[in-house]
């Protein structure tokens, strides 16, 4: 089994400021990771992805994420909040292979950006 | 490039009346997931097709029914609606063969039950 837990429902920066979203996974088997972004009455967009390789990812808009496999966390970072972050965050697990390969969401932390 | 459509974007509809989603995954996308994201809610997996076969089910209502057509595109069925099943649903695609792991997710149907 798989889950997903993101810390913090709501995290509110100052323009400028470091955006850090908390992501931890459980997975029985090494996991596939990901961070999706979903602004008002859109879609869940891509940010990021782990599967294999290097354990810090980087991916659009500024945001990067550390596989930490000792601490069984894939937080979101980015050094200097822009307002048009402001949107909700999703982190999923799924299993790299094996299993089912259905993502689990996490519950979503949404990101507040203040002038 | 093309990204995943689903239609109606909106729909209102009574309780115990019956609701159809369509979903057009992109072009090559070998399997299709439907999701329901309730208010303020993560998404919720409700059922996957690989290849035209339904291959894995979550939480999907026995009210609710899926397919997936020879043209690849998909269709939510549900019916004897309740005002609980007001949310967005998402269809998302994927190669699952690349093995990449990201879904591609269309904009959403909301759906609101009065």
């Known amino acids: 089994a798989q889950s997903v837990t993101q810390l913090g429902s709501h995290v509110s920066v100052s323009e400028g400021a470091l955006v850090l979203l908390r992501c931890n996974y459980s997975?029985?088997?090494?996991?596939?990771l990901f961070w999706y972004v979903q602004y008002p009455n859109q879609g869940l967009q891509l940010l990021l992805k782990?599967?294999?390789?290097?354990?810090l990812v980087k991916g659009i808009n500024g945001f990067e994420a550390e596989f930490k496999k000792s601490e069984t966390s894939f937080h979101l970072t980015k050094p200097s909040a822009h307002m048009s972050d402001a949107a909700e965050y999703f982190c999923?697990?799924?299993?790299?292979?094996?299993?089912?390969?259905?993502?689990?969401f996490g519950r979503g932390t949404s990101l507040i950006v203040h002038p | 490039a093309a990204g995943v459509i689903q239609s109606p974007r909106h729909l209102i509809k009574e309780k115990r009346e019956t609701a159809t989603l369509k979903c057009y995954p992109i072009?090559?996308?070998?399997?299709v997931y439907w999701y329901q994201q309730g208010p303020g809610q993560d998404p919720q997996f409700l059922i996957s097709f690989y290849e035209k076969m339904q291959s894995d089910k979550g939480s999907i209502p026995d009210r609710f029914s899926a397919q997936q057509f020879s043209d690849y595109h998909s269709e939510l069925n549900m019916s004897s609606l309740e005002l609980g099943d007001s949310a967005l649903y998402f269809c998302?695609?994927?190669?699952?063969?690349?093995?990449?792991?990201?879904?591609?997710f269309g904009e959403g149907s909301r759906l609101t039950v009065l």
């Open positions: 072009p090559r996308h070998d399997t």
């Open positions: 997975s029985s088997v090494p996991p596939y």
């Open positions: 998302a695609s994927s190669w699952v063969s690349a093995n990449t792991g990201e879904l591609f």
């Open positions: 999923a697990v799924r299993t790299a292979s094996g299993g089912s390969y259905i993502p689990t």
């Open positions: 782990y599967t294999t390789g290097a354990t």
